[in-house]
C-alpha cells in the first residue's frame, strides 16, 4: 500500500512502566533488556490528566540503570517548561501533548536542540488533521488509543482512523515519521494498528503482566511484523 512507503523499516515496541512495579523499575528494564527498543516512561501531572506518576528524578535514574533509550510521554500542563528538562536528562524521545502546548513547533526545535527526538501526542478527543502540517517539524506522532491519564483502559479501534491520516500524509510528503500508538495495546489489536500504519507500540498490561515480559514483547514483535508486511 502506498500509505506505507514512508514507515520506518524496523519496528519499535516499546512497554509502558505504568504497568510495572514501581518499586523494581530497573528490573523492569532489566526484564525486558534484549527484547524491545524503547522504555516508555509516562509523565503525569494530575493536572493534565488525573493521575501522578513518574517525574525527572526516576527518569534520572532510570537512565542511569539502563541503556534501553527513554521515550517520555508528557501528559503535563506547561511544557515547554518541563519537557526540554527530559532531554538534558537523556531521554531518547520526548512527546508532549499537542492540547497542552501553545507553540508546539518551537518545543519541537527546542527539544532537539537539546538532544533528544520531538514527539507530539493527540488524545482520544482530538483531530489529527489539526496537525498533519506541523509534522515535518516532529520525529514521532503519538495516538492515544485510549483517553490518556490512565493504563489498562480498552484499545479504541475508531482511533486507527487517525493512523491512517497520519501515515498518508507522512507518505505524501516523504516523512520519516515514527507514528506510535499508546493504549489497549495487546497481542490481539496491535496487528491492526499496523496494518493502519503505525510502526512504533506501547504496551503495558500485555509486556508487564505477562509471566515472561520479554517473551511477550517479543511474540508483540512479531504480530506487528507479520500485520506490516502484510500491508505493503
Known amino acids: 500500500m502506498a500509505q506505507f512507503q514512508a514507515a520506518q523499516a524496523d519496528t519499535v515496541i516499546a512497554p509502558s512502566l505504568l504497568a510495572a512495579d514501581f518499586a523494581r ?132 479501534p475508531a482511533m486507527l482512523d487517525k493512523v491512517r491520516a497520519a501515515r498518508t500524509h507522512a507518505a505524501a510528503g516523504h516523512l520519516e515519521l515514527r507514528i506510535e500508538v499508546d493504549g489497549g495495546i495487546a497481542d490481539d489489536t496491535i496487528a491492526a494498528a499496523a496494518e493502519a500504519g503505525a510502526d512504533a507500540f506501547v504496551a503495558g498490561t500485555a509486556v508487564y503482566g505477562a509471566a515472561d515480559p520479554a517473551d511477550a514483547a517479543r511474540r508483540l514483535r512479531a504480530r506487528a511484523d507479520a500485520a506490516r508486511s502484510s500491508s505493503l
Open 25 to 156: 523499575l530497573a528490573e523492569a528494564a532489566d526484564a525486558v533488556e534484549g527484547a524491545v527498543d524503547w522504555l516508555h516512561v509516562d509523565v503525569m501531572d494530575n493536572h493534565f490528566v488525573p493521575n501522578l506518576t513518574l517525574g525527572p528524578p526516576i527518569v534520572k535514574s532510570l537512565k542511569a540503570a539502563t541503556d534501553i533509550p527513554l521515550d517520555c510521554h508528557l501528559m503535563i500542563e506547561d511544557p515547554a517548561r518541563w519537557a526540554v528538562g527530559y532531554a538534558e536528562l537523556g531521554a531518547y524521545n520526548v512527546t508532549f501533548h499537542a492540547e497542552a502546548s501553545d507553540d508546539p513547533v518551537a518545543l519541537a526545535k527546542d527539544l532537539r536542540a537539546a538532544g533528544s527526538k520531538a514527539g507530539l501526542a493527540i488524545d482520544r478527543d482530538t483531530a489529527v488533521e489539526d496537525y498533519l502540517d506541523l509534522l515535518p517539524e516532529f520525529d514521532t506522532l503519538l495516538i492515544m488509543t485510549i483517553k490518556a491519564g490512565f493504563g489498562g483502559q480498552q484499545f479504541l
